[in-house]
């Protein structure tokens, strides 16, 4: 390990240390290079990536994030034409009428298309469900098509539960949504894995491989042992306590096949964590039964309540997607929520979303509880938001990995990770705000650090120097570039991973749509 205690200027042409060594894998790596020592260039690239993603390597420490979001990356959102008006079902939005029947059979009735929402201010009592396939609800813009909702999710269905602490609290505290993306992930064991197979490897040995095809979508999934050995690798064997996880650990990751030959499956992805036997790895069928469909240029408004602070929330949550992939959120904004949207299943994407709050806050300045929470399957991407409001928590991410958060700005933004193993998740080009609880996250005793493998940390702004991530955040893996912790550079491939620079000489500014534009670029030649 290097450790070079030099003061780096914040200024373009400020003194710099280049230091180098390997990517660092999840064994030990060879000795590093030599230290050098050189002016500051007028744009500096991270040994782990390279200008163009020349210095990434397979399997190293460097995640490969280029799948998140919306098919992956690889088309756009679609603009539908619109199909139905919910004022044809008799919404008005321009008096003191619940509106919930009419966009309830409007929602219905749409088979396909964009069911649209004109200007106005529609009162809503009930869940909005979509569940169906190419649909989305469409507004006419931001503070145009508002979405008033009175009552919260625990006043409507009663949802009574408890905190890992035993407190009592409403499960809509962390989960639901008064409009749902509602489907599910229909997933059958195909064929079992039948030899092990190292992160970074892009090909499996199966069992039965006539129960494949080239082209297919498949999910990748491994249970824990009694002893929480997936854990441990998950967590690049630095898992901290986890005691209370009892072998309730998975594995989850999805692809495409490229190529079948003979009993050796070649895929589209490299893995993402190794496969063994003693985590019973099977090949498992991916369809989901809602794609493809989403909500857009709309306002969803709750009452100006105060705010009674964690675990008092009620269940004034404006979105959730539940058991749908390629789904999405975006041009949306948010007002006096209990939550932000709650995202399960795989390859969704939130964008341009705006938070904001009148209501009273807690002692700590907090208006409501997450901002967003990022779960399920993962590969989830979350980009261009303004947090103009704190919430407890305000980016949450737990049990998955593959999530981009990116391209957005707050208050004084906390990045929560959950515990459970959130891993190879990345930050990037994000404006904090005032920066004083970068690392403040939550998830109950004996599960784990709060942050998984590889989290990843990449051109990170604020008023001042972040305060150092604990030891109790994340294991040795975690990546730092492009990130002012106050702490001088260090680069071990097998240990901490700090790369710190003037964040305006960083390049790519942002990390996953570098990759993503490498990958498709390979991929059209």
Known sequence: ?????????RGRVGALCMLACLSGCATKPPVAEMVLEASAPEVAHSRLWGEN?????PGGRLPDFSYAGYRSGERPIPDYLPTISVAAYGARGDDEVDD???FQRALAAAVSGAVLVPPGRYIISDVLRITKSGVVLRGAGEGQSILYFPKPLEAIAPNPGATTGGLPTSNYSWSGGMVRLEGRINSVPLTFITAPAKR?????????????????????????TADNTLAAELYSGDAGDVSMLKGSSRASWVTRITKIDGTRVELERRLRFDVRPEWRPVVRSFRPTVEDSGVEDLTFEFPVTPYGGHFTEQGFNPLAFEGVANCWARRV?????????????????????????????DREGNQGHHGIYLHGGGDHLFTRFDFRMKFVHDISVSEAAGMVVSQGKGVDLCFDHHKRAPYEILFTDIDLGLGTRPWKSGGGAGLGKHAGARVTFWNLRAAGPLPPPPKEFSPWSINLVGVDVGLPPVLDGAGTWREIMPTRELQPADLYQAQLAVRLSHEHN
């Open 100 to 102: 919930t029947a009419a």
């Open 200 to 224: 970074g490897d892009q090909a499996i040995v199966v069992a039965k491989p006539q129960m494949l095809a080239v082209g297919q979508w498949i999910e990748v999934f491994m249970t824990d």
């Open 1 to 9: 390990m290097f450790v070079l205690p030099i003061k780096i200027s």
């Open 53 to 57: 993603g020349e210095r990434w390597l």
């Open 333 to 361: 904004k948010f007002v006096n929520p209990d939550s932000g949207p709650m995202v399960g299943g795989v390859f969704n994407t939130v964008s341009d979303a705006v938070f904001e709050s009148q209501r009273p806050p």
